[in-house]
């Protein structure tokens, strides 16, 4: 158990207006940036040499996480000059790998939260003698990912994308991001071109009778696709349902970075994060949401389940719930926004200017 290869190189479009100047691996979830869990996570398995997949904003990873020995860890950089998709990204770092062609190399999706068992899923690939082994994950509605049906022993039949209508949905079990390769099969990619790992790679391998094992591992799972997504793995991590030993304090209700500012009657619920030198006024409320570095919570806000950018402010009696306020952005005084509102970075919202209720 010595390598993995994180992909990173994604627009994070969905994120938008967090991933504006920030690639979504680096979005800070509790405290430090997304990828810092990952990282923590795939060390305490086992892994020593990481190579990362960037594309978009790539220059932000290296100054931050340097060659990795904080961590304990060999990071190693590999930069795409046109986007690959996450096959072609594989097959693009395959020559800083050293592992031998028998031997499993990990990949993780830059932007997936799991509880997932990475011993248990390679010890799965090695005992079952598999070419690629999938961690998957049992989801109520399946639609809007890949199902993986298995038989009783876990051998995958099928890759069925995003299935619309009753009939196509066999099973609740989805692709969950997480694979093991056998070496070897990552050399059969096809290089230099796009490729889709789950619309190309594996279909074909399928297709040629490879051996494709799935392991199913119902712990937490959660796409950080979206901000709603986003402002809950992060709550959870805080809280302790999703498991890392990155978070930076213990488990709790709130996690407070040493040079913020918190007033004494401010309440801080749910897993909050409120990051460096952020400010949170008396008589603010703010549950289940991050308060990235630098952001300032006026007096009387209500801020709920939502994300506010790096050095965005929100006025005094401001009502938040499910929001997104980009970086230096400026939400008024007693503006009431509601779920999906993206405030873009910079912008000013004047004082009272949207609202659900009367002024009065």
């Known amino acids: 158990m010595t390598e993995a290869i994180l992909l990173v190189g994604g627009k994070g479009t969905r994120l ?46 290296e100054p931050y996480f340097g060659d990795g020995s904080r961590l304990g860890l060999h990071l190693e950089y590999v930069t795409e000059d046109e986007p690959l998709g996450t096959g072609g990204a594989i097959r693009n770092v395959a020559s800083r790998l050293r592992s031998g062609p028998e031997d499993p190399v990990l990949i993780f999706n830059g932007d997936i939260l799991t509880g997932l068992d990475i011993r248990a899923l390679v010890r799965e690939h090695e005992t079952t003698g598999a070419d690629v082994s999938l961690h998957l994950s049992r989801v109520e509605d399946p639609r809007a990912y890949g199902l993986v049906p298995t038989d009783p022993t876990g051998r995958v039949q099928a890759f069925l994308e995003k299935p619309q209508t009753p009939e196509e949905i066999v099973t609740d079990q989805i692709n969950a991001g997480a694979y093991v390769f056998r070496r070897s099969v990552i050399d059969t990619i096809p290089a230099g071109r796009a490729v889709s790992v789950e ?25 950080l696709g979206t901000p709603a997504a986003f402002v809950r793995g992060s709550a959870d991590l805080v809280l302790g349902r999703a498991p890392s030993p990155a978070v930076p304090g213990r488990r709790g209700d709130r996690l407070v970075l040493p040079t913020a500012v918190v007033a004494p009657d401010a309440k801080l619920t749910g897993g909050t994060v409120v990051g460096a030198h952020a400010r949170v006024a008396e008589g603010a409320r703010v549950g289940g949401s991050t308060v990235l570095d630098g952001a300032v919570i006026e007096p009387g806000a209500v801020v709920t389940d939502s994300l506010i950018g790096k050095g965005a402010r929100v006025g005094a009696r401001a009502r938040l719930t499910g929001v997104v306020v980009g970086d230096g952005a400026h939400v008024g005084a007693d503006n009431e926004l509601r779920d999906g509102v993206r405030v873009w970075c910079d912008a000013t919202l004047p004082a009272a200017s949207v609202r659900f209720s009367s002024d009065q």
């Open 16 to 61: 938008r207006p967090l991933t504006v100047n920030t690639p979504k691996p680096m979005v800070p979830a509790a405290g430090v940036p997304f990828l810092t869990h990952q990282l923590a996570r795939a060390k305490a398995a086992g892994v020593d040499h990481v190579v990362l997949a960037t594309s978009y904003l790539a220059e932000v990873f």
């Open 199 to 223: 619309r190309e790679t594996f279909p074909e391998l399928l297709a040629a009778g490879a051996h494709l094992q799935g392991m199913v591992d119902s712990t937490y799972w959660l796409d």
